[in-house]
């Protein structure tokens, strides 16, 4: 049995220990169009490699019906064990699970090398242009020749980050290949807004994020997060961020608006209370309470030029508590960690087999399936690997 894996990604890579493991006798082959195997995998969690999240559910994913099924037969506990059978060990900090190295580079080389220990054989700098039907079997054209095999299996991944290999470009050939597609958008990545932010580049507060979808009757809540927001001189950016902007790409309404409560410790009337004695005990209170251009900021959008009265005090309060911003866009899939968007569920059997062309396999990005920040997309990946390792 000769299996073409195309991608080695977070999905492909591990896929191809899994097959040739219980299936010593078949022939692997890894094919990627980058010169260095798993060179996006060697980005993720900051170069840390962020493999899983211990409270993953599949709840946190935009299909969960999907993907309950792969969630109960493949429980946190299990996907540690075949982690482990990889020669992995795993450190938790907090609900996330790196590597024991806690390195990207040391998890991809330690899969490579066993891989290829294995008898996996990689191709390198080989771009898939397409493929058709052979026999029982396919035929995979590239720039470096035609290739046969038995079995596809696309890792490829979505659009996100060019520079690292990801680029998209097989998504034509599906569509040539008449699988629908959902739109392929950055996910987990800035967001520029209408607001002009520029004096803020740079600043860092922790908030909390409320993000919205819809107007009036119909605005509805859809995100709630704290963590720290990073200004940049166009938008708003950090982990939080990258998670309300995921739920924006997700959203089908016209209207979308974030909200930023700058101080969740405190209710609106304690802070007005604490800036009125902060004030009376120093008149330059404002560079110990928040940073100069975010303070100035605020109160401009209050609506005051400096607090005087009792009452600017309350409103200046209720700013701080519900700061508004309005998207404009969102930064390019370069700048973003996963893609929205990919070849749609509906297209696969439960076996991640193509409904459409036997023999045919999707794994990990390359379909829309997405998840937040935080290890949730490489166990993702993780989890399509293993499940159809044990079909094959």
């Not at 035609?146 to 596809?152: G, L, N, R």
């Not at 961020?241 to 997700?250: D, G, L, P, S, V």
């Not at 009452?311 to 390019?332: N, Q």
């Not at 749609?344 to 998840?371: A, C, M, Q, R």
Request: charged share 20%; proline share 5%.
């Amino acid at each position: 049995m000769d299996i073409a894996i195309i991608g080695s990604s977070g999905a492909g890579l591990p896929c191809s220990i899994f097959l040739k493991k219980k299936h010593p006798d078949w022939n692997v082959s890894v094919f990627d169009h980058n010169l260095k195997v798993g060179k996006k995998l060697l980005a993720t969690g900051n170069g840390h490699c962020n493999l899983l999240n211990i409270s993953a559910r599949p709840e946190d994913y935009n299909c969960p019906e999907f993907l309950a099924p792969y969630f109960l037969k493949f429980p946190y506990a299990k996907l540690i064990d075949a982690l482990n059978s990889l020669g992995i060990a795993t450190m938790e900090m907090g609900d996330l699970v790196y590597p024991l190295s806690f390195s990207s580079n040391g998890y991809v080389d330690a899969l490579a090398s066993l891989s290829q220990q294995l008898g996996n054989r990689f191709h390198l700098g080989v771009r898939i242009l397409d493929y058709k039907k052979r026999g029982n079997g396919y035929l995979l054209t590239t720039n470096c020749g035609d290739f046969a095999c038995d079995k596809i299996i696309f890792a490829t991944g979505g659009k996100s980050g060019k520079n690292l290999g990801s680029d998209g470009s097989l998504f034509p050939v599906f569509e040539k290949h008449c699988y629908s597609i959902s739109p392929l958008k950055p996910g987990l990545c800035p967001i520029v807004v209408k607001e002009d932010v520029s004096r803020l580049s740079g600043l860092r507060h922790r908030a909390c994020v409320y993000s919205y979808s819809g107007t009036g009757e119909n605005r509805t809540l859809v995100h709630e997060e704290e963590g720290e927001v990073l200004f940049k001189k166009d938008g708003l950016s950090g982990i939080v961020i990258f998670n309300t902007e995921r739920m924006y790409a997700h959203s089908s309404e016209g209207s979308f608006e974030i909200v930023l409560d700058l101080f969740p410790d405190y209710r609106s009337e304690e802070l007005s209370g604490l800036l009125l004695a902060l004030q009376k005990a120093n008149p330059a209170f404002a560079t110990s309470f928040l940073p100069l251009p975010l303070f100035d900021y605020c109160l401009k959008c209050s609506g005051l030029s400096k607090l005087e009265q009792e009452g600017d005090f309350a409103r200046f309060a209720k700013t701080l508590k519900s700061l508004f911003f309005h998207p404009k866009a969102v930064y390019p899939f370069e700048d973003s960690q996963v893609t929205v968007g990919g070849i749609e569920i509906s297209n696969l059997l439960p076996t991640l087999e193509s409904k459409k062309e036997k023999g045919v396999f999707f794994l990990g990005e390359v379909l829309n399936v997405d998840g937040p920040c935080g290890g949730f997309n490489l166990e993702w990946c993780l989890i399509s690997a293993i499940a159809l390792a044990s079909e094959l």
